[in-house]
């Protein structure tokens, strides 16, 4: 049968093909092996995961710097794109609903259109308002010195009478101004008036305040914190005239012990030293009167009282009268003395005779006991000094 033109002749088959292509699903299913005959390993190769300590820590060290990273990463990222709140608005009429998209005004600041300014004696630390260290320290220092002048002022008026309580405020600050705060703190006019006006209202709180006739405002130290600013020696004048009732008869008793205390010390004294006194008097007229006796004429056996006073007295001991008069009292009272007037030289003087005749005197006897102790070798002095009436008729002592 013939072809009919147009008609597309039959195509050959695949194998007799001059470039035929291999059957990818037959040489695949061909060249892949049964899976009865090959087994498939159901568990992961043992190289994944490290096979030591070592190894195990080395990878928790990088995984743990890359997380760091990546967070410090995101952090930086985060806070340079950011752009800060803007501050809400101090004013009262301000929706707080938008308190959301907004920073909330500190204290002691004031907020306007999302910027911040700190009030006078405060600075500005990061969304805060801090306390400005000069103008604190100005203040402190301001009040200190107003509070001083105030009640060193009180004190020199109840002392002297010559200060005054009552003290007006333009006239202090006139007296601060010429500390020079202000310079010594590096503070500008308004940040010094700011400091004025803290240390004032902490002046309000201690100081006692008044306005005077002229409607100006006076201070006053109160009564006290001026005993703190008061002299020592003003404290004891105002103590004593404080308690003057109690002191004046306190004072006369102690007065009046102290005076009766002498006066018997005194008197035991004067007895005491008249004792001593007139056993060396009886001693030098009871060796008068044996002198006498033993030489024939040649010695008075009596003695002048005056010159015997004054052999026996020294110059301190003259000037007290009481003595001699304690000592004429008790030569007056002995029996074995006879004192009686007598014209020596054309003057009238008194006399003083030893009357006992072959008898020793108590102090004789203390004498003689002196004299044994003496050669026994109990003395302390090698030469003691002995007192020897010039009339006596006796050769001096040699040591």
């Given amino acids: 049968m013939a072809s009919t033109p147009g008609a597309r002749p039959p195509r050959p088959p695949s194998s007799l093909s001059p470039n035929p292509k291999p059957n990818k699903n037959k040489t695949s299913s061909s060249s892949r092996p049964s899976t009865s005959s090959i087994s498939i390993p159901l568990q992961p190769s043992s190289n994944l995961f490290p096979s030591s300590k070592s190894e195990f820590s080395s990878l ?72 400005d260290s000069n103008i604190n320290e100005a203040a402190k220092k301001l009040s200190k010195l107003v509070e001083g002048l105030l009640c060193e002022e009180y004190a020199q008026f109840s002392c002297s009478g010559t200060g005054a309580v009552w003290v007006q405020g333009n006239q202090l600050w006139e007296k601060v101004n010429e500390s020079k705060i202000m310079d010594e703190y590096g503070l500008n006019k308004a940040v010094y008036a700011h400091a004025m006006k803290r240390a004032m209202e902490a002046l309000r709180k201690v100081l006692e305040t008044r306005l005077n006739d002229h409607g100006i405002e006076e201070l006053k130290c109160p009564a006290l914190l001026v005993l703190h600013y008061t002299p020592v020696s003003c404290r004891i004048q105002q103590w004593i005239l404080e308690h003057a009732l109690l002191l004046v008869p306190a004072c006369a008793l102690l007065l009046g012990c102290v005076f009766t205390l002498l006066k018997l010390r005194r008197r035991y004294y004067l007895s005491v030293k008249a004792e ?6 009886c001693d030098v007229l009871e060796e008068k009167a044996v002198s006498a006796r033993s030489t024939t004429g040649e010695h008075e056996p009596w003695v002048v009282a005056s010159l015997l006073r004054d052999h026996l007295l020294s110059p301190k001991e003259r000037k007290d009268p009481m003595l001699w008069k304690k000592v004429e009292q008790l030569v007056q009272e002995d029996s074995r ?22 008898s020793l005197s108590s102090s004789g006897k203390r004498k003689k006991a002196k004299e044994s102790r003496l050669a026994s070798g109990q003395h302390a002095d090698p030469c003691p000094q002995q007192r020897k009436w010039p009339w006596k008729v006796e050769e001096p002592v040699k040591c």
């Fill in 337 to 358: 003395l006879e004192r009686y007037p007598k014209m020596v030289k054309g003057e009238c003087k008194v006399v003083w005779e030893w009357q006992v005749e072959g």
């Fill in 276 to 281: 001593q006194i007139y056993n060396e008097a």
């Fill in 60 to 131: 928790i060290a990088v995984v743990v710097v890359a997380t760091a990273v990546a967070f410090a990463c995101n952090y930086v990222f985060t806070s340079l794109n950011q752009q800060p709140k803007p501050f809400c608005d101090s004013n009262p009429d301000f929706d707080d609903s938008l308190s959301d998209f907004c920073e909330p005004c500190p204290l002691n600041g004031v907020c306007d259109e999302g910027k911040l300014e700190c009030a006078h004696g405060y600075r500005r630390l990061g969304n805060l308002c801090v306390e």
